[in-house]
C-alpha cells in the first residue's frame, strides 16, 4: 500500500545529515493533511498524527542516547508553505507528543498502583503459606506432609513474581517511552518549502533565523 509520505534517510546516524550538530529527522509530505490521521474528526491544529508518522518519529529519536541532538524537518510544497500552516503543523504535533507523553506518565502511575497492591497481597499470602508450613512441621512427616509443604513454599514464592517483575523489569520500558516523548518535544520542529533531496543545507531555507522554534516553545500556544 502506498502511503504516500516519503520518509528518509534511514539506517544508521552517518546516514542522517546533520545541521548546526543536529542529526535531521527528514520527512517529505506532498501534502500538509499527510501528517494527520484522515479518519480523526477533530479540528485540523487538533487532529491526530498518522500512526506511520508518529511511529517513524518516535522509533528514530529512540535509535539514539535521549542527549543526541535532533531535529524535525518536515518539507512541503512551496504552495502549502505559509506560515500560517508551520504554526498548525508545529503546534499539532506538540498536541500530539503532550498527549501521549500524557498517557505514558499515566500508564507508569497505574503500573506502580498495581505493582504495590500486588506486593501487599503477595507478601500476605506468602505470609500464611509460610505459617500453614509451619503448622505442618508439626504434623508427622510423610509423602502428604511434604507434598503440602513443598507446594505451599512453592506457589508463595510463585506469587511474588508478578509484583517483583514490575518493580525489577516492567517499569522501566515505561519511563523509557516517556523520555522519548519528551525529547519529542524538546526537538526543534521547522517546516520547509521544497524536497529534500533538492533542497541544500546551505540553503537560505535552513539559516538559524528560521530554524529557531521548538515544538514546546512557548510561542505556539500565541
Known amino acids: 500500500m502506498d502511503w504516500g509520505l516519503d520518509i528518509f534517510p534511514k539506517g544508521t546516524d552517518n546516514l542522517y545529515r546533520k545541521l548546526n550538530g543536529k542529526l535531521m529527522i527528514e520527512l517529505e509530505l506532498h501534502t500538509a493533511m499527510q501528517l494527520f490521521n484522515s479518519f480523526d474528526p477533530a479540528p485540523f491544529h ?11 518519529i518516535y522509533n528514530t529519536v529512540g535509535e539514539f542516547p535521549l542527549k543526541k541532538p535532533l531535529g524535525i524537518f518536515i518539507y512541503l510544497p512551496p504552495s502549502e508553505a ?45 505470609f500464611l503459606c509460610l505459617l500453614v508450613i509451619r503448622l505442618l512441621s508439626t504434623l508427622k512427616e510423610g509423602l502428604v506432609h511434604t507434598m503440602l509443604s513443598e507446594g505451599f513454599t ?58 529557531k522554534l521548538r515544538a514546546d516553545d512557548p510561542e505556539f500556544f500565541q
Not at 504535533?93 to 503477595?122: D, V
Open 82 to 126: 505559509d506560515g500560517e500552516t508551520e504554526h498548525i503543523l508545529k503546534k499539532a504535533i506538540r498536541n500530539h507528543f503532550s498527549y501521549k507523553k500524557l498517557l505514558t506518565e499515566i500508564e507508569l502511575k497505574k503500573l506502580l498502583q498495581r505493582g504495590r497492591r500486588n506486593m501487599t497481597i503477595a507478601t500476605l499470602f506468602l
Open 154 to 211: 512453592i506457589i508463595g514464592w510463585v506469587a511474588m513474581w508478578e509484583p517483583i517483575n514490575v518493580f525489577l523489569y516492567g517499569w522501566w520500558p515505561v519511563v523509557q517511552k516517556r523520555n522519548i516523548y519528551r525529547k519529542i518535544l524538546s526537538m526543534d520542529v521547522n517546516i520547509i518549502a521544497g524536497s529534500p533531496s533538492k533542497v541544500k543545507l546551505s540553503d537560505p531555507r535552513f539559516s538559524a533565523k528560521k530554524i
Open 46 to 56: 487538533e487532529k491526530e498524527l498518522d500512526r506511520e508518522a508518529e511511529e517513524y
